[in-house]
């Protein structure tokens, strides 16, 4: 037997593979298919041991900024704790805090803890449009 890796060798390492994903997903009760995909085994194997192979949904990537001014419009001229926001975008406390510190122009400090909501967008475009009148 040869000390290098030949493509019989990776082939049968493959199936040996895809046969324990197998095993482990049906006593899951799970789809082998799926599990398959999901440890990327190749498509011809996919096909070959569990017939045809699934198609994985895609995520969808949320546009946050979009996410921030909508939910800040929503909650304009209100006063909301760091709890508040948490909630609001279901994120975890640092990320509350990193949202809040990344964006001055929606949360203003009004105490410890306790933030005033404002739509930046609107204030930005009044004052652009102060500037052009002078």
């Not at 895809?18 to 482990?24: C, G, L």
């Not at 508040?84 to 122009?105: C, L, N, Q, W």
Request: hydrophobic share 35%.
């Amino acid at each position: 037997m040869s000390k290098f890796l030949t493509p019989e060798l990776i082939e049968q390492q493959e199936r040996l593979r895809a046969h324990w994903i197998i095993d482990k997903a049906q006593r899951n009760n799970d789809d082998p298919a799926k599990s398959l995909t999901l440890h990327a085994v190749s498509r011809s194997l996919i096909e070959e041991l569990a017939g045809a192979v699934p198609e994985l949904e895609r995520k969808v990537k949320r546009n946050k900024e979009d996410n921030i001014y909508a939910w800040a419009s929503e909650n304009l001229g209100r006063n909301v704790t760091i709890q508040d926001v948490v909630d609001g975008f279901k994120v975890s406390m640092p990320t509350a805090y990193k949202i809040i510190r990344e964006h001055p122009d929606c949360f203003i400090k009004v105490s410890w803890g306790v933030y005033s909501v404002r739509d930046g967008r609107a204030d930005r475009e009044a004052a652009k449009s102060n500037k052009d009148d002078v």
